[in-house]
């Protein structure tokens, strides 16, 4: 089995958010997944139905935004990830198909509104730290200018931060050569830790429904103790 990727959580941070972990080695990334992009295509319509407008789905967005609020992020300025995704919905622009390990990604992002980070493991330089960005840090994001993530929550390994709740990086982005990916769920301090498991196990339902050559060699959750 291959080794797994340590992760710790600073101590600046912990407690004042919730996520699920997650990690899969031997998967076979696919250009384009038709059964898997019908079922985005499908979620994305009936999220259309539901909302008309993106203030329509502040009760289910709320979570998200109170993660940013807690770490002195603005989210109507910087969206959380999966509010993008749903914004681009409900204005009926397409969603963006990538790869069949990030179409994935985000049709779990969708489908309960939660951010979702998705890093290949094999350009991950050491141990990975959860912690506070530090003064002036920042990164090339994906299709995106610098990503700067001061003061702000973030994932960092030997060589600085390559991700947080809006913004992946391109260094550590997902590509058809992935085979090892760490995926995470980010969620407020007070997020039902059995929602965030039940998330966590959809999740990798998905991932190895439509990647079966895939073995699941993680699945865990970082909680604050009054969420439980």
């Known amino acids: 089995m291959m080794k797994i990727v340590p992760i710790h959580v600073d101590p600046g941070v912990e ?3 919730n996520a699920g972990l997650l990690e899969f080695d031997n998967l076979k990334c696919q250009k384009f997944n038709n059964t898997l992009w019908r079922e985005v ?4 319509e009936q999220l259309k139905i539901k909302y008309e407008t993106p203030s329509s789905a502040l009760t289910e ?3 998200a ?3 940013y609020r807690t770490f002195g992020m603005e ?7 999966s509010e993008a995704l749903l914004r681009r919905v409900i204005k009926n622009k397409k969603l963006y198909q990538i790869n069949s390990i990030v179409d994935v990604s985000n049709l779990a992002s969708l489908s309960f509104l939660l951010p979702v980070g998705l890093y290949d493991v094999d350009k991950i330089e050491g141990p990975v730290v959860i912690r506070l960005g530090e003064k002036n840090q920042e ?3 994906i299709r995106k200018d610098l990503v700067h993530v001061e003061n702000r929550l973030t994932l960092s390994d030997n060589s600085g931060p390559f991700g947080n709740p809006s913004s992946d990086s391109f260094r ?3 590509d058809m050569n992935t085979t090892h990916v760490l995926v995470i769920v980010f969620a407020p301090d007070y997020y039902p830790q059995n929602q965030l498991n039940e998330h966590c196990e959809y999740l990798r339902r998905l991932m190895l429904n439509f990647h079966p050559s895939g073995n699941c060699i993680r ?3 970082i909680a604050d103790q009054k969420s439980k």
Do not use: C, H, M, Q
Request: aromatic fraction near 6%; glycine fraction near 6%.
């Open 41 to 44: 295509e499908k979620l994305a």
């Open 75 to 81: 989210p109507t300025r910087i969206r959380p990830s």
């Open 15 to 17: 407690g004042n958010f």
């Open 219 to 221: 699945e865990e959750i």
């Open 61 to 63: 967005l709320k979570p």
């Open 172 to 174: 550590t982005s997902v």
């Open 139 to 141: 990164y090339e994001g």
């Open 65 to 67: 935004r109170d993660l």
